[in-house]
């Protein structure tokens, strides 16, 4: 495990305000990360076709890994002989883990939940596992995660309020446990998450229950589930004022572009998504004027680059021409370039939200962000 010594007391401060939207910075053992942040998603200790001097390059201060992935292949015990996954992958920075709640439950049939725990069989080869809040928490001590997530139960869209509030409830009684198996360490912390899905009672009593409990950063859980955006964005509304003011917020799994400006707007400090990373894979790039399909034709002879913004490598050294090319011959390269740049383009985004929120300008900036968004991709002349 890491030697924390000399290291600095895990914390957040607020810096600047606009509206509810919040520019301010998160303490940890190893790095100070910046908010709003995005997280790159590296569920299996790598950040899909980036290396992570690459993934840093981009702007990233902190990545995410997952412990029900991790836990499976090649195993918690393995990862922690190892050094834990910063030291295993190479990477640096602050890390946080997923609790492994949101997999299995995604799982479907394949899993059985109760006051225990879960009870799952793996995607993998059908073994039967199980993960409690005490298995949980361990497992992703021994990850050496930074920033360890309550496990929680990520209420599926739709349902009853009834059926909201018992698995609401569940996730307070599992959060609790969560909290006792916690091994505080100097520069670490454990986040609770809050759950009810759209209704904002539940999500306030959700809020009590782990504020009475004490945790170093909150997080909005069983969003971007099939809500859709304005009820998202609704219930973000009515979230959000009642956490704590000096703790960082995370939105889990969002999200694309304009959900995230809307949910800083709401007043959230941390994203992660597989979006940009998984776009990258599927030919998708994203650009100040929208998202491009560089499988189009229209792009066989354009020698513009995909973004001219940006100066990641994909825009400064190669044309659409190439990137469609490359993807076209199903080129290793291509999916590369695609991520490095859709990663940038996310970073790029969070710095322009950071500086607008200390500029007090951050109505102008989603003004002019949406403006050029809807402009859509230019076609070449």
Known sequence: MADTADRPDFGFSLLARDGQARRGVVRTAWGDVDTPAFMPVGTAASVKAMMPNDVKGTGAQIILSNTYHLMLRPGAERVERLGGVRKLMGWDGPLLTDSGGFQVMSLGPLRKIDETGVTFKSHLDGSQHILTPEISTDIQFKLDATITMAFDECTPYPCTEQEAEESMKLS??????????????????????????????????????????????????????????????????????????????????????????????????????????????????????????????????????????????????????????????????????????????????????????????????????????????????
């Open 172 to 381: 307070m009684r599992w959060a609790e446990r969560s909290r006792s198996a916690f091994v505080a360490r100097t520069g670490y912390g454990q986040f609770g998450i809050v759950q009810g899905s759209v209704f904002p009672h539940l999500r306030k009593r959700s809020i009590e229950a782990l504020t009475d409990i004490g945790f170093e950063g909150y997080a909005v859980g069983g969003l971007a589930v099939g809500e859709g955006q304005e009820l998202m964005f609704t219930t973000l509304e009515d979230t959000t004022p009642h956490l704590p003011e000096v703790a960082p917020r995370y939105l889990m799994g969002v999200g694309k572009p304009a959900d995230i400006v809307g949910a800083v707007m709401r007043g959230i400090d941390m994203f992660d998504c597989v979006l940009p990373t998984r776009s990258g894979r599927t030919a998708q790039g994203f650009t100040r004027r929208g998202a491009v399909n560089l499988r189009n034709a229209r792009h066989s002879e354009d020698m513009r680059p995909l973004d001219a913004e940006c100066a990641c490598p994909a825009c400064t050294s190669f044309s659409r021409a190439y990137l469609h090319h490359l993807f076209r011959a199903d080129e290793v390269q291509g999916l590369m370039l695609l991520t490095w740049h859709n990663l940038t383009y996310y970073q790029d985004l969070m710095k322009g939200l950071r500086q607008a929120i200390s500029e007090g300008g951050l109505t102008a900036f989603a003004e002019a962000f949406h403006a050029r968004q809807a402009e859509g991709d230019i076609e070449p002349l």
